[in-house]
């Protein structure tokens, strides 16, 4: 079964550009996570989607959006894109969610997309 | 709100070498605990986890033990190797969001 894809790997903007980032979950998987990885901030969680619907949101500025499609594929975006957005972004999925953490809601992360803003 | 204490790296180590590292928690709710491993150039990979107090997660050597009255989860192995060098992550869910630590850079040296 293939993993988690994202695309690009590798992206580099300029300052008050946008950009889309994409996430193919595992076939099967209905929930799909974004996260946000800095040398100085750690990991932090962007927010999920489930059926189409975001389901929970971290705390990030109305900049990053994100929107799920029918087929349980995942795209982010950022606008207006500053210094500070410069980050490795990983997404990952799951089966569903909800309730005790089990197989059922694991979840499985991408290789990630680099995204440099110059 | 929900949080993780990591212990703070880098670390370095002979190969053999006993390996700890300490994670301690805050949650509200009753969390699940993970330990997660990212290697160069690659997304994490989820290394164990434990679901409730006094579960032990383990995998490829790794152990990490669920202590509710210490609200810690500290991952061990008995003996490292080269391959084992990657940066590690303990990490919390209450619900689908997974709240992670800082991470500890591990470099284990032949």
């Known amino acids: 079964k293939a993993g988690v894809t994202q695309t690009p790997r590798y992206l580099i903007k300029t300052r008050g550009q946008q950009v889309t980032l994409s996430c193919s979950p595992i076939s099967g998987h209905r929930s799909v996570s974004w996260y946000q990885q800095t040398p100085g901030q750690g990991l932090q969680f962007l927010f999920e989607?489930?059926?189409?619907?975001?389901?929970n949101k971290g705390n990030f500025p109305g900049r990053f959006s994100g929107r799920q499609f029918s087929n349980s594929r995942s795209e982010m975006n950022v606008s207006t894109l500053e210094l500070g957005d410069s980050a490795l972004y990983l997404c990952a999925s799951s089966l569903a969610g909800r309730g005790p953490i089990s197989s059922y809601n694991e979840q499985f992360f991408g290789p990630g997309t680099r995204l440099t803003v110059l | 709100g929900n949080s993780v204490t990591q212990m703070e790296g880098p670390v370095t180590l002979s190969e053999e070498a006993f390996l700890t590292i300490n994670c301690t928690y805050t949650a509200t709710g009753y969390p699940s605990l993970f330990w997660y491993v990212q290697y160069p150039g690659e997304g994490l990979q989820l290394l164990l986890k434990a679901t409730k107090a006094d579960d032990k997660g383990s995998n490829k050597g790794f152990e990490a033990t669920y202590r509710k009255e210490t609200t810690s989860f500290h991952l061990e192995k008995g003996s490292v190797q080269v391959s084992d060098s990657a940066v590690y992550f303990c990490a919390l869910t209450v619900d689908e969001k997974l709240t992670f630590g800082t991470g500890t850079r591990l470099t284990i040296i032949p």
């Open positions: 989607y489930f059926s189409e619907t975001q389901r």
